[in-house]
């Protein structure tokens, strides 16, 4: 029984980091509402505030208090599922092998939608 549990553990720490690798690999510094939508996904899937305001911390449009009210306002049956975050990720260059995209790749991408 013990090492059942120990593999449930593993498998949610497991899709844990699958979620906030998915969220890192999108550039936070993008247009509110594609912010918002991520942010939206995320807490879908699952994830923790910390991990979102770590994520949008790094964005250079970061404002603290549009993230507590945008995050408080998230419902989590909003209508945007866990699988918006991984296909948004995926539109970033996030593959689900457990390879992260290349910050320099990552900044590039930023710039060219600047």
Known sequence: MQA???????MQTID?????????SIDPGVDRE???RALTAFKAAGGAETDARAWSESGCTYDARAFSDTWRSIKANGGIGPGTLFH???????S???NRPNPAELER???ARE
């Open 16 to 24: 844990c980091s699958r979620v906030v690798e998915a969220l890192h």
């Open 96 to 98: 689900d092998n457990g």
């Open 34 to 36: 594609t912010w918002v």
């Open 4 to 10: 059942v549990e120990q593999f449930r553990n593993a």
């Open 88 to 94: 948004m990720a995926k539109e970033y260059g996030w």
């Open 109 to 111: 991408q930023r710039q």
